[in-house]
């Protein structure tokens, strides 16, 4: 074996047991001990090693994985689990003062482990604080401590039943009666149902809930969030006027309870109002601009409010890192053990031998170290992005930074989410049969990594954030000479747009495209490309008016989409899917199966579990 | 509602329920109950509308889902409701003489209703059948009644732990025992045990096991089948001698019980070797070519069993193609109804309408109807090769419809596989979250139809078979005039292959671009252009010698890889994936963890519904 790099414990890096990779570890060309350290570096690789081994040795967190137990079941292990972390408590604040990268390395540890678990600790604390900390602060702090001590457990909630992108379109109102100094928080029907509410299913005592706003009149100004206690935390019984249930089974992350709400005529005190943006007067006048000492003009709240969508989805990005790395291990490991055939008679050659699966595996072995590096940059990017909201940092260069990370996080969450997706499969794949057994959790990792690709923003709607910045950037510079300099500066090459666009690449020997600057150069040239074709067609679509909508939907196969689907659709007995049935009643055919899942809208069977409260780092190791 | 078609009685096509879906149907361009007529027939219909009312009106088939049953209880409801099939008995052997496809058309019913089910049919019945008919089917006739009367229950078993792909290193042993007349089947250790075998966790009492086959003094005359008794249909308990249990949880597919088995020195009679390519006489002594009738050369032999292995392949395109309408259907009405965003204030339009949601989900329509013709006519050229079988058809085209029927399953597998399990994707994303939803089953889809990928041949490996076929063609041919006819006449334009390379295709208008002729002539010289790019590889590398096999290897980044994967792998805890574990003992793992799945080795808790057999045909339908 490798000796022990310099510097770090022995204990850092306890040799692998000998057996069959040993052959493929012998010929290795670098010492992967000195890798994982250059990396991540001894502070990391000791918080990695202490989360790992507490889990592993408290026997709360022995498998099994959650597709052997029932739905009621995983949801009550993953929630004795959330309240055992509170008691190991792996990070102080100091921890992150000194390394804001260790709250990201918590995550994606607790997401190698079981995503339902990591999921439900973000959104039931950071989730649900961000929410009131980015929409008023002032109130927060009357929630940290209760969250931090399991008092209440949070949730947020603005997607409907009918409405998830078009957040203009959400129908839950809050009406503000002077007389009593409340809101009277109210769905109008059920497809106006808060849905989709990660920890809301069985959990949470307490929701941001996104509402119109009317003051006494009918006048509406518009989405604002408010704090709503949902349930009682002693009892974990609904609180009256608020129906809360749990949504039933998804693709994967089981042990999270995703839930669904409607409110009937709810009142809450004026203070729940989240007031970062606007305000309502006990007299019930609405005020804006109310918090002048925090942003002043709307450049600048527009930049704070890409920084809070962008949090999100770096943080998605960091996820999918994480099971395309679990991925590759599995199928690589797989690969190198795994024999058949051989070049001669009764000799057989590990399949990683092969091309064929070398060509399928090792891009994305490769992309899983290429995207780590850039979650992680981009992460720090962003630490450094709420530093200067935190520290009321009003220059351009704040702003500008807001937007480029906005627009690395939009178009990161796709190509990490894809190159996931399909590395998954193309890994389960690479394993054949083997793949396909449960117990070897490549079909875990595509259930869990699946909604990725669709929530904080579809994939394709982010693409085209991404593209009107850049598009956005050309048009500030104009045509012949574009001026680009961005904070991290990785949009500066468009400054030598023309130049890169005149390029062409002359290749003499192999040895030519081997030089890691060739597809560098090839990346800057197919970006200016692609920004050249589309500005042009843009302007071209410009030019040609506005009825061009119309137009284009005009002219696809699209109105015999459905008739031709009545010709192969079987009944929808067969069919058994609530969004597909032949009716098209989309939203009565889901809630009524969501509300006749199993227990839907009963308690959890476990919930005195949360009224006894964990004892905060109890268990919290001294290693 | 479009009038009824001519002919059809009107129970045949009931209407739509109306809803939100009637805008859609009624700007549809053509009559939908005439094209379902147009493409299925009358016949067909009937036989589907049968099969799904059937299932509809029948409380065992009542859903739930398998994925809110246990492995025991979804494994036990998939055994009665195949036990019920029986008393169901949709197809007499005549109907199947007056329509082949109608088998075609029983299995992918039953498959939209649940794969499980669908497979466990198969496998217990056609495939355990099949097997037996192909090797040797003089003593298949004792098999028939006791299989379709449910008294045995088959499987196939070919696969071990450690073996798929390579057939030849296969280790299961069969040694002839002149004295007692009998063969001894012993697996030799754990990594030779049967594995993967659909039908044989829970349920078979029989198998044809496929076993080096040994004469007295020690020579092995190579892979034959043996039909094995493994459990006693009484009690379902093993015979002695033989170890076989249940495989676990699966990806999916989880009503089929899929198994493995280990023969500790089990001896079975002589005439169970089924003697289609050759014998052991009472004596000992091998004979081959013992069954002189039925194959004479081993070009026919060749062909003989390409059929066979084409059966399984052609059987698969269904299946997927299958998935794919389920999986389009669900997604284009939600697309249709789902309404987000619009052009003007307060009004929202259907997804569908967006160009996007277009341009993701038309193709995979598209591909729906062209891949259910392409499997249909596949299937029935196969059942025309098959009939040639059976009816001793020696001529060149037999075995050059042998060859063509290969190359095109082997082909239409890996086409039909890929983009059913890339169209599901695509439609559970643009489902969004509720895409995402257990209940909308693109979950399941995803899960069923990713086997379809590796099983009878991985995807990629099978590609190559095709290549074979063409480059094969090619080199008959030889250069500058090949002379090709095949009798599907699937390859005859390779005839034209040095006129269609020097083609061009030019271009006037968009209306050119829309004549069908432009995609079919850029099909032809594509295929004839890649042609050309491999033979002409071959033939470089077959100038450059065979030790190229070794020098290609080296090249690759691939010795770094497990140590490039040691550096993000977490501890085996975490990883938690018996095929990935850190010291690479794959199959010792992966048979621990199998050995210690829950009941693995238990004979089902449901055995005594064995016992009580069906009256085959008892409620089968008048309609």
Redesign the interface.
């Known amino acids: 074996m490798a000796p022990t790099p310099e510097g770090s414990e022995d204990t850092l890096f306890p040799d ?7 052959a ?2 012998a ?4 010492n ?1 001990k000195e ?2 350290l250059f ?1 991540e570096g001894e502070d990391i690789l000791r918080l ?1 090693k202490t989360i ?2 507490t ?2 040795n408290d026997p709360l967190f022995a ?1 099994p ?1 959650g ?2 137990l ?1 739905l009621e079941q995983y949801r009550e292990l993953t929630f004795r689990r959330h309240k055992r972390l509170f008691e190991h408590n792996f990070l102080h604040p100091s921890d992150l003062q000194q390394n804001p990268l260790k709250s990201l390395v918590l995550v994606n ?1 607790l997401g ?2 079981d995503w339902s678990l990591a999921s439900k600790v973000i959104l039931s604390t950071s989730v649900f604080l961000s929410a009131i900390y980015n929409s008023g602060f002032e109130r927060l702090f009357e929630y940290i401590p209760k969250v931090f001590s399991m008092e209440i457990s949070g949730c947020l909630a603005l ?1 409907e039943l ?5 957040t203009k ?1 959400i129908r839950t109102t809050a009406h503000y009666d002077p007389a009593t100094e409340e809101f009277i928080l109210h769905s109008p029907d059920f497809e106006a149902a808060k ?2 509410v990660g920890n809301m299913g069985k959990t949470a005592t307490h929701a941001v809930v996104f509402a119109q706003l009317y003051t006494p009149g009918g006048q509406c100004h518009g989405l604002f969030p408010f704090v709503v206690q949902i349930r009682d935390p002693k009892t974990l019984l609904p609180v009256p006027g608020v129906m809360v249930g749990d ?6 992350l089981n042990g999270l309870d995703n839930g669904f709400a409607m409110f009937h005529k709810v009142r809450i005190p004026r203070q729940n109002l989240l007031n970062q943006t606007g305000d309502v007067t006990p007299e019930g006048t609405y005020v804006t601009h109310f918090k002048v000492k925090c942003l002043q003009d709307d450049r600048q709240r527009f930049g704070a409010s890409l920084g809070s969508l962008s949090a999100s989805r770096v943080c998605i990005v960091g996820m999918c890192v994480t099971n395309l ?2 991925a ?7 690969s ?6 051989g ?1 001669a008679e009764g000799e ?1 050659i590990p399949v ?2 092969y ?2 699966q ?1 060509w ?3 891009p994305y ?2 992309a ?2 290429a995207l ?1 590096h850039f979650s992680k940059s981009l992460f720090l990017d962003l630490m450094q992005l709420q530093q200067g909201l935190r520290g009321d940092d009003r220059s351009s260069r704040q702003v500008e930074l807001g937007r480029e990370i906005h627009a690395l996080a939009s178009a990161g969450k796709p190509l990490a989410s894809w190159t996931a ?1 399909r590395g998954i ?1 193309e890994c ?2 690479a ?13 875990d990792l595509r ?1 869990e990594n ?2 990725n ?3 904080e923003g ?3 709607v982010l693409l085209q954030q991404t593209s009107n910045y850049l598009l956005g950037l050309l048009e500030r510079g104009g045509p012949g000479g574009t001026r680009c300099e961005s904070p991290l500066k990785s949009v500066n090459f468009l400054e030598a747009y023309p130049a890169i666009l005149r390029q062409r690449f002359e290749v003499a020997s192999l040895q030519d495209c081997l030089d890691s600057a060739v597809p560098l150069a090839a990346y800057e040239w197919l970006v200016c490309y692609l920004l050249r074709e589309s500005q042009q067609k843009l302007n071209q679509e410009r030019k040609s008016g506005s009825s061009d ?2 137009a ?2 005009r002219a ?16 929808d ?14 939203y009565r055919n ?1 809630w009524a ?2 509300l006749q ?2 227990g839907a809208l009963e308690r959890a069977s476990w919930w005195p579990e949360f009224a006894s409260k964990p004892v905060v780092g109890s268990l919290r190791s001294q290693l």
């Open positions: 692998f047991p000998r057996g069959p990779l040993q493929y570890r010929r290795a060309s670098f992967w890798l994982a990396l990695k790992f081994s889990l592993e498998h994985r597709h052997d029932s540890c190698m482990y997607t009918s409405h998830g992108s078009d379109a849905f989709w949504m039933g089974r998804k693709i994967g790395k679990l590759v291990c599995i199928a690589l490991r797989f190198a053990t795994r024999r058949q055939f070049p057989e990683l031998e091309q064929l070398q399928r595996l090792l072995l490769a899983a170290y780590d997706q499969q389960r794949e394993c054949g049969g083997h793949g396909y057994l449960a117990m070897n959790r490549l079909g259930n699946d909604p690709c669709t929530y579809d994939n394709n909508f119309a284009r939907s696809q196969l699209k109105d015999d989409a459905v008739a031709l689907v009545d010709v192969i659709a079987p009944p007995f067969i069919l058994d899917s609530p969004i597909g049935r032949a009716d098209g009643e989309l889901l199966a969501v899942g199993s």
